[in-house]
């Protein structure tokens, strides 16, 4: 089976997916009798290794990846140890930063199409855009390579001057570029618009420094004409750092509202509140007081967690989808030698109500999240402010479930392929280019299917006919990704999502879903 990626070029792929502050660590006490003793031990048995085992040993393989790596897994699936160049995109990534080109591009066997590029980044200065196909790289042809050595071509591109060859769409004459790489900002906010007149959307994809003040931003400028509502969309959100979710609170809940509580056993508890402004250096914040919907799925997280918790716990927004994934702990960062560096779980985070985020993992240490840290989080009756009940248990459930679209295996079996960019890609360069205006046809369909069929990709009745509506959505989506850039597709695709749909047609059902019993609202 073919496969394909969206590759950002300038991505941090999952280094440190869920981590939350980066402090240093306190400065240690003296090694305990049974740690010297274990620390001996560990010494002794690594020098039986080094003199008597076959082969040469590779101190970093055995003292990293097997000492150090394998202690860490065995305390829980969050204790991470960085080595030099992941330490260096764990920092980039709390800046909101990453070097390299500032695209985002379509990756399958044999082709390379840009999607997107960031504004005042390398590739946008080149002059590449959506529908651009990169055929060489350093002279390297892509379509000569399979697909795994062109994603380590591209890795190892990433950071270093490169060369590329470019036909433009609709044209058959290939251009050359050279790039260098530069540190290219990395939006948290990455789609913004009006789903309808007057409901906002917004999308978070983690938290980083600066996102405070771009959901500010986002909103003030969605608000003329002022708004009726947001949907505030957290899907896919694994977290970040954590202050950047209590800014991000901030301009929705009230002055001085607890967001949440950290404990630790060796650190000191601290309460997290909304302030007067949304972060250092920054401008007094606004307070929106719109009415606003929250949508989660399983792949909501850590931070993304905190700050969805905060809103339902305090009846400011309705959460709508799916259950959260229940990661509620803090990874403290401390800088080791060699520049590496090391991510502890040393604190866990407990809602206004008092709940743990975290949900239980059996065979670690956080088999009983909360337990000892504060016994009340294993209570099961929690409510909001305004006495709504709340589920135990980690994660957050939603008010309002809504699943998502559930597609049959064909049509997800084409997702795979990349049948529709790949399809996009042909009738762009048959056709021409198109506006955004256009709807695909009964005769667009049409070719569609003659483009699977040529491919050797059988379209049986009882699939074809059921799925006519996701498809043209498909098809559009691509073909306006490559003609207008990948926002231009999302926000297509977004609002043709069923979800998203679902949960902007419940603010007329807001206020009675966030009255608690007995308020009288």
């Not at 917004?202 to 980083?208: D, K, N, R, V, Y």
């Amino acid at each position: 089976m073919k496969r394909r990626a969206k590759f950002v070029a300038n991505s941090l792929f999952a280094v440190a997916i869920f981590l939350e502050v980066a402090v240093a660590f306190p400065q240690s006490s003296p090694p305990s009798d049974d740690l010297t003793v274990e620390s001996l031990r560990f010494t002794e048995a690594y020098s039986a290794i080094q003199k008597n085992f076959a082969d040469a040993v590779d101190p970093d393989k055995t003292v990293l990846d097997g000492g150090i790596r394998g202690m860490l897994s065995a305390l829980d699936p969050f204790c991470s140890f960085f080595d030099r160049e992941q330490f260096e995109l764990l920092k980039q990534q709390t800046r909101g930063e990453a070097l390299g080109f500032g695209s985002i591009l379509y990756v399958t066997p044999g082709k390379l199409l840009v999607l997107q590029t960031a504004q005042g980044s390398p590739s946008w200065r080149a002059g590449l855009g959506p529908g651009d196909e990169i055929v060489e790289i350093n002279g390297t042809r892509v379509s000569r390579i399979d697909f795994q050595s062109l994603v380590d071509l591209l890795r190892r591109s990433r950071s270093h001057p490169v060369r590329l060859g470019v036909v433009h769409p609709g044209k058959f004459d290939t251009h050359e570029f050279e790039l260098k790489p530069a540190e290219v900002a990395l939006p948290s906010v990455d789609r913004s618009f009006l789903l309808s007149p007057g409901i906002g959307y917004i999308h978070l994809s983690g938290f980083e420094q600066k996102t405070p003040q771009e959901v500010l931003d986002a909103v003030v400028k969605l608000e003329t004409p002022p708004l009726e509502g947001l949907v505030l969309d957290l899907r896919d959100n694994h977290g970040g750092v954590v202050d950047a979710a209590i800014g991000v609170a901030g301009l929705f809940l009230r002055p001085d509202a607890l967001v949440m509580t950290m404990r630790g056993r060796s650190s000191p508890e601290k309460a997290y509140r909304t302030a007067s402004s949304v972060g250092p250096g920054l401008a007094p914040a606004a307070r929106f007081d719109l009415p606003m919907i929250v949508l989660v799925n399983g792949d909501t997280a850590s931070a993304a967690e905190v700050l969805a918790a905060a809103l339902q716990e305090h009846d400011r927004a309705v959460i709508v989808g799916e259950p959260t994934y229940g990661k509620g702990v803090v990874q403290s960062v401390a800088a080791l030698s060699e520049d590496s560096g090391l991510a502890l779980t040393t604190a866990q985070y407990f809602t206004p109500s008092g709940r743990s985020l975290q949900r239980p993992l059996p065979g670690t240490a956080l088999a009983a999240p909360g337990r000892e840290l504060d016994p009340a989080s294993n209570s099961s009756h929690f409510a909001t402010d305004d006495g709504r009940p709340l589920e135990p248990g980690g994660g957050i459930a939603p008010d309002v479930e809504i699943p998502p679209r559930q597609l049959d295996p064909w049509v997800g079996f084409l997702d795979q392929t990349g049948a529709f960019t790949n399809f996009a890609s042909d009738y762009l360069s048959l056709h021409g280019r198109t506006n955004e205006s256009f709807e695909p046809d009964p005769a667009m369909l049409d070719d569609f299917k003659e483009f699977l069929n040529r491919g050797g990709v059988r379209t049986p009745e009882e699939y074809w006919n059921n799925d006519q509506d996701y498809l043209r959505l498909r098809i559009k989506v691509e073909l306006l990704s490559l003609v207008s850039g990948l926002s231009t597709g999302e926000e297509v695709q977004t609002k043709g999502d069923p979800q998203v749909q679902k949960a902007a047609s419940l603010f007329s059902q807001v206020p009675r879903i966030l009255k608690g019993p007995g308020t009288g609202r």
